[in-house]
Structure formats: C-alpha cells, structure tokens
C-alpha cells in the first residue's frame, strides 16, 4: 500500500446541483496536499465526503486499504483519519486544558463506551498527553483561559491539537489560516506543518491564500465546478493564468475598475 | 363526526395559530398561551354573560366576545412581553419556556383568585345563534359559525403574512431574525406586536369554545398538551401547519372518542409522537441546513 | 464532607417533628429524578416528560405489590429500576436521535401517552389511582412512627447511593462529556465518539433514577394516580432542576428539599395563591440567580476561573 488516499470516481448531486464530478485522486504517503478553489467549487464537498460527514452518490474512496465510503465520521475517525474546521470546533464552556483532555481522554479510551464509564477523565495520564499536546503547539501558557474567550488563532491550534489528540495518519485542515491577521498566517502555519511532519502525519489542506499553498504545499489540487481542474505542483498550477483566473477571478489592471467582476 | 372533528379543528386552529407565530417569530415555546385561554373563556363567559342577561341585541354580543379577547391579549401580552420576557430573550431555550411556566402557574391562581373555584357556562350565544338543517344533518348555528369563523381567521392570516408589510417583516423575522435586524428591521417591536397578537388569539380560542364547555379550574392545563400537539404536528412556526396540525388532531379526536372514547389523549399523544418520529420538524417547517 | 451530611441528617430524624420528616422523604425521592436531568441538562437536553419513568417506577410497585403480594422493599425498587430502565433504553433509541425542542416536546408526548392509558385504564384505578401498601424491610413491617423513620432511612441510603454513583459517573469520560456534547457535537463525533450513544446512556441513568424516585415516593405517599405522568409533574422536576443549577451533585437534594419547603409554606400562608408564590419564585430564582441555588455554593467554595467539574 503505497498510498494513503486513494478516491475513484467520486460524485456528489444534492438535486440538480453538482457538488463532485468524477474526482479520481491518489495521495501517497506525507505528500502534503493544498486544495483551491474559489467557493463552491467543491473544496469542502470533497473533505466532508472523506470524513464521512456526506455521502457520496457516486465513487469509492480508500484509506489506506479500506473501503470508507460513506461510513460515518466516527468510524472513519478511530480508523485514523482527523479533521479541523473553518470555524474551529471546540468546547467553548471549558478551558483549554479540558478540552485537550477530553481528545486525548476519547484517544486513550478508543470508542468503547464500557471504558469510557469507568475511567476517570481527568488523570494523571489523560493530563500529561493533554499538556504535552498544548506544548506541541505552543499554546500551553492558554491552558487555564476559557475557549470562549480564545482569540482565533488559538482557537485554530486548539483545534488541530485535539485533532491530532488521536493520533491519526491523515489529517485534513479546513481553511486553517482563515480569519487570521496576514502577519501570523505563516507563523501559525510553519507552527503546523512542521508538527505535523514530525509526527508522520499526512497532510490535505483547503486554502483561498496562495501564498501559503505555494509555500507549504507538495502538490496542488485546483477545484472548479465540482471537478479537479489541475494536480500538479504549485509551481506549475499555481503560476497558470487560467487557473489562476478561475480561482482567483481576473486580475485588475492598474486604472481600470472593472465593474463586472469583484 | 366528520363535522364534530372540524368545530374542534375550528377552535384548535384559533389557539394554536398563535402559539405557532409566538414560537415561529420569538422561538419562545409559550406555556402562558393556556392562560391566555383561560381568560379568554373567564372573560368571555363573565362578560358576555353579563351582557346576554340585559337583553340586549345578540350580534352585539359576538362582538363583545371579540372586544373583550382582545383587550385580555393586549393587557395580559403587553405585561408579559415588556415586565418578563424582555429580560430573559437571550437566555437558553429551556429557561425561556420555565419561565412562561412560572407565569402560567402565577396566572392560573390569579383566574381562581378573581373567579372562584365555581364553574361557569355561557349558553346564550348557541341559544341565539339556532340551528342549521343541512340534508339529513341538524348543526347547531354556532358551531357551523365558528368554523367559518376560523376559516376566515386562516385566510385573514394568510393574506397577512403573503400580501402586507408588515406579513413580510414577520416572515423575514421568523426566518432568520439576526438579519432581519441588520436590514434594520425592529426586531423588539416586531416581536411585542407577534406575543400581543397571538395572545388575544389564545383569548380568543378561549372565549369561542367558552359556550361549549364548562368553564372551570383546569382547562388551561388542559388545552396546552393539545395546542402544542397541533403545533409539533404542523410544524412549529408554520401558520399553515397550524391549520393542517388542527385538523388532524380535530378529526383524531372526533374519531376517537366515537369509536374507542376511553383513549382520547392518547389517541392524540400518539399521533403527536408518531409524526414527530418521522419529522421532527413537523409537516410543514423545513429543516434548519446545518452549518459547520 | 458528603458523606458526613447524610450521617448527620439519618442521626438527627429521630428529633425531628414528622411532618419535616414526611416533606424530607418525598423531596430526596423527587431529587433523584432532579438528578438524572441535570445529567442531561449538562449535555444540553432537557426531556419535558420525565414523568414516564416517575411513574412507571411508581406504578411497577404499586401494581407487584398489589397483584402478587411482594412487599419487600429492596425486591420492589429492583424491580422499578429494571422497568423504567428498560423503558428508558427503549424509549432511548428514539429520543437519542432528537435535540433541543423535539426532543422535549417528543419526551413530552411520550409521557402523555402513558398518561393517557393510565387515566382510561379501569383495571389501574384511573384517574383515583389506587392505594399501595407500605413496604416490608426484609420480612418486617414497621408500625407507627417507626415506619415514617425506616422510610426516611431507605431513601437517605439510597440518595447516598445514588449521589456517589452519579459523582462518580459525572467524573468518568462518558460522563463528563456531556458537556461538551452540548458545545460541539461534531467535535466529538470527529474524535471518534458516538454522541447518539452517550446520549441514550444518559437517558438510561436518567430514566432508572426516575423510576426509583417514582416508587420511593409511591411508598412515601401511599398512593399512586395517573397525575404522577402528567405534564405538569415533569414540569416540576424541570423547575427543581432549573433551581438547583447543572453545578453540583449535591445540588439536586438541596434544590428539591428548598422547593418542597417553598411548596408547603405556600400552601400553609397562602393556601389560595401557593402557585403565585411559586411561580413568582421561579422568576425570581432565574432572574436572579440563573445558575440556580448550586451556584451559590460554588462562588463560596472556589474562583470562578475553574471550569466546571
């Protein structure tokens, strides 16, 4: 098994509208992956059917080599697949130290709910694994602020955090640098990926800013329409006019407003 | 029976149309609506009461009915909106029903405080208003008016709701109210106007079915478990729901108690349960898309 | 610290008058219902029709205690526990599924369908209900004030019991996520976690504490009726609930033994207007205090800052 993703002719429909056209991709092993596309071209489609929160109308898609199409997100999980979102999803009652120990509480436990009831969250080693992963990322000094009162750049670490509390071997990041100021877009993700790497773990991520995906990523997926209009290297995608027409709009010429297009 | 289930249907839908605008516009599960009720039975049968026993003209009777339901919702909505939940809006969901609970226990003394504990019946307005003889059938006048009358009612709502200003604020408002306010709508006054309005609806739901029950301690309680059963069915905040949700539950009822009388409530308990399992939403509202 | 509370209440019941004793009873059985909602609560649910389990649990005793002539007061709450349980975990597969008003106005429903067939049934006594006999504590039968005293005992224990287990419940992975089911569900269901399942236990611990409540306090009552389904008995736990605060295990027993006071004093003064009294304190409690009684406690004993256990 030299890939790690395989999907074969996947295909969404919601009604008339088509979200997935016949998406082939192979993903071998720590290749890191960006996926563009402006919005709605099928970007975020794409991650939820490989997460098991969509199921595709048509296709397969392979983790490793398993069959995973259409299971839902908690068994696609414990397989060894994670996520972070766009808008980070974390336990905004509690501090950040409980909500890194409930991920590596759930990690320690696995699925099983007898175990579950009968050992403790909050334990010696539940707190060490939560503590070295806040360290990881380098938010532990947050660790007794409560999320809700996390500005967003911590919020999105603490996500990936808790994504990564189980140690997964891929790993798909929503947008991570979205909603963040452009001066700590790169710190926050050289944070990220170099982690990431370290511990082994396969990356695809969706990004609108070109600039990260040119500097992080090893291959570029290019979405419009539902369909994978360029997989190559961001060298060769990136610096294609018509990609980047279709995904970034024309380009304004100096003293021209064109009024058509924003 | 087909006719019982419809004048059942008829006050139903009067009662429920408003709980279902009060749920749609302020998502407020209004537990006080069996107040409402209640008063507007008190009130109606006092009143109007009253107001038969001078011997004076019948039409105007009916219109007292209207006039007296309608300042009950006014006062009664006006007090509960601006004093209470003005205070709680942002609250969780459940607080906010706990809290038109409260008001509903403190309501029901204060009816018992002003009425007694006596039971009272108002039987001249289906005196006044006779019979009907359609084909083999005999219907009392009233009932046939009162279902003509929740007709128009549905009518009047839907033309309201589709055709006027204010209908569509309401509909903006209801679908999703942190826009309506960024297009500068007022979301504060919009929803003292929907709690006033569908308070004098559940007065009026009380005060229509005043001459055909006895009105005593209790039917407030009573009228709750059916009026929410007609909005969960329909759909909550769907004013055609509501319509929809009133007939079945009329016609169930009318069925039930002809065929197996012993199992009324749970006739309609299950009814209620069984439309919830396969849409929770109910039959008409659609479902929220979620948003990650 | 607990535990030396519980100590100190079963030493003190002798001394103390019986009508504080019989109020003292039927709010600790009423607290373990209070109990199993604040576990939902936590997790963000709140069934408006815990009444089905109350009663079934006080309907199971009642009607084995009748029918086959078991007294024994441990064999019937076993027997309580096991069938609202059950009908918590059957029940469960549905209810697990919903959230927010569905799933209450489902809960709601389903106890009205219990309602229903209690109040038309003439073989359960319908809407009279019938008379259940005191129970026998492993072969004896208490008289006079020795009854009122092993009763208070009987639900002190199994308060006791109940508390601990809870605590302990509430400090276990499954328990203590029911928090963070109620800010992110996807979060959890991306970790791994099937939240329809935490769910469906929760309503199974919920649902059996009910069903020992409902026949604790059937055995305190003396009496069961169809009124003990009826919505505005699931009302009041969700009150107490509302009154004691999701904070603390501790608080469901004060809340419930404060609201049943409330509820006596108001019927005594105020024999005409105890709902206005109630009501009114109802609003006053969560105007004022919207984290319920339990907080109190905790803005005595700790900061603020931590987060709740």
């Not at chain 3, 003292?24 to 939902?40: K, S």
């Not at chain 3, 603390?248 to 027993?253: G, N, P, S, T």
Request: charged share 15%; glycine share 10%.
């Amino acid at each position: 098994m030299s890939a790690i993703l395989s999907v074969r002719g996947l295909e969404k429909r919601f009604g008339s509208v088509v979200a997935a056209r016949d998406i082939s991709v192979t993903v071998p092993y720590l290749q890191t992956v960006g996926i563009i596309g402006a919005n709605g071209a099928g970007k975020t489609s794409f991650v939820n059917m490989i997460t098991g929160h969509l199921q595709p109308s048509k296709g397969s898609i392979w983790f490793e080599d398993r069959d995973i199409t259409g299971r839902p997100s908690r068994e696609i999980s414990r397989l060894g697949i994670a996520r972070s979102f766009q808008a980070p999803q974390i336990f905004t009652s509690l501090s950040v130290l409980d909500n890194i120990c409930a991920a590596t509480a759930i990690a320690r436990t696995g699925g099983r709910l007898m175990s579950q009831t009968l050992t403790p969250l909050q334990s010696a080693a539940t707190r060490t694994d939560g503590e070295a992963a806040l360290g990881l990322f380098g938010i532990a000094s947050c660790r007794d602020t409560r999320a809700a009162m996390l500005p967003q750049g911590v919020r999105k670490l603490l996500d990936i955090a808790m994504a990564v509390a189980g140690q997964p071997r891929l790993l798909l990041l929503d947008e991570p640098t979205s909603g963040i100021s452009m001066v700590e877009k790169f710190g926050l993700m050289d944070v990220v990926m170099s982690r990431l790497k370290h511990r082994r773990i396969t990356v695809l991520f969706v990004e609108h800013d070109m600039d990260i995906v040119g500097r992080y990523a090893d291959r570029v997926l290019a979405f419009h329409d539902g369909a994978v209009i360029a997989d190559g290297t961001p060298a060769v995608t990136l610096t294609n006019p018509r990609i980047q027409e279709l995904i970034s709009g024309p380009k304004l010429k100096a003293g021209t407003a064109d009024c058509d297009h924003a | 029976m087909l006719t019982d289930g419809l004048v059942y249907a008829a006050y139903l839908y009067v009662v429920a149309v408003g709980l279902t605008l009060i749920f749609g516009v302020m998502r407020i599960l209004n537990v006080t609506h069996g107040s409402f009720y209640a008063f507007g039975a008190y009130g109606a049968a006092s009143a109007v009461g009253a107001y038969f026993e001078r011997g004076l003209p019948a039409a105007g009777g009916f219109l007292l009915m209207v006039v007296v339901t309608m300042a009950i919702g006014l006062v009664l909505g006006l007090i509960l909106e601006r004093g209470l939940l003005r205070r709680i809006y942002g609250k969780d969901e459940v607080v906010v029903v706990l809290v038109t609970y409260a008001a509903f226990l403190i309501l029901e003394d204060i009816i018992q405080l002003i009425w007694g504990t006596n039971s009272y019946a108002l039987y001249e307005p289906l005196a006044v208003a006779g019979s009907l003889r359609v084909g083999k059938l005999v219907l009392s006048g009233y009932d046939v008016g009162l279902v003509a009358f929740a007709v128009l009612l549905a009518c009047a709502v839907s033309f309201v709701l589709h055709h006027t200003r204010w209908g569509r604020l309401l509909t903006v408002v209801i679908f999703d109210r942190e826009v309506a306010a960024a297009f500068g709508i007022n979301v504060s006054l919009v929803y003292t106007v929907t709690f006033v309005i569908g308070a004098v609806l559940g007065a009026l739901g009380g005060a229509v079915m005043a001459p055909k029950i006895s009105v005593t301690l209790g039917i407030g309680v009573e009228v709750i478990v059916l009026a929410f059963a007609v909005v969960a069915i329909g759909g909550m905040g769907s004013v055609a729901g509501a319509f929809l949700g009133a007939l079945i539950v009329g016609e169930v009822r009318s069925a039930s108690v002809h065929f197996v009388p012993q199992l009324e409530l749970f006739v309609i308990s299950v009814v209620m349960a069984v439309v919830l399992m396969f849409r929770p939403q109910g039959l008409f509202t659609r479902v929220q898309p979620r948003k990650i | 610290m607990g535990a030396l509370v519980f100590l100190v209440a079963a030493a003190l019941t002798p001394a103390l008058p019986a009508w504080i004793v019989s109020l003292a009873i039927v709010a600790l059985a009423n607290a373990l219902v209070v109990l199993g909602l604040i576990i939902l609560w936590r997790a963000g649910l709140v069934p408006f029709g815990q009444a089905l389990f109350y009663a079934i649990g006080a309907y199971a005793v009642a009607l084995i205690a009748r029918y086959t002539g078991l007294r024994d007061v441990l064999l019937l709450l076993t027997a309580a526990a096991i069938l609202s349980g059950l009908a918590a975990f059957l029940t469960g597969f549905l209810l697990a599924r919903y959230r927010e008003i569905f799933f209450a106005m489902l809960s709601l429903a389903m106890s009205m369908i219990l309602y229903g067939v209690l109040v038309k049934t003439e073989t359960l006594g319908s809407t009279d209900g019938f008379h259940v006999a005191p129970p026998t504590y492993f072969g004896y039968a208490p008289q006079g004030g020795m009854r009122l005293l092993l009763m208070f005992w009987l639900v002190l224990g199994c308060c006791a019991v109940a508390a601990v287990l809870v605590s302990f419940y509430l400090r276990s992975v499954a328990g203590a996520l029911a928090v963070p089911v109620r800010d992110s569900e996807i979060r959890l269901e991306f970790l791994g976690v099937s939240v329809n399942g935490l769910i469906h236990l929760n309503l199974v611990i919920a649902g059996t504490l009910a069903g020992i409540g409902g026949a604790l306090a059937a055995f305190a009552i003396e009496h069961v009726d169809p009124s003990m389904a009826y919505w505005t008995t699931s009302g009041g736990f969700v009150f107490v609930t509302i009154l004691s605060g999701a904070g603390f295990v501790a608080a469901a027993f004060v809340g419930s033994l404060l609201f049943e006071l409330l509820r006596s004093i108001a019927y005594d003064v105020l024999p005409g207007a105890w709902q206005i009294f109630l009501g009114s304190a109802l609003l006053l409690i969560i105007l004022f205090l919207p984290e319920g009684v339990g907080s109190l406690f905790q803005r005595v004993r700790r900061p603020p800052s931590h987060s709740r256990s």
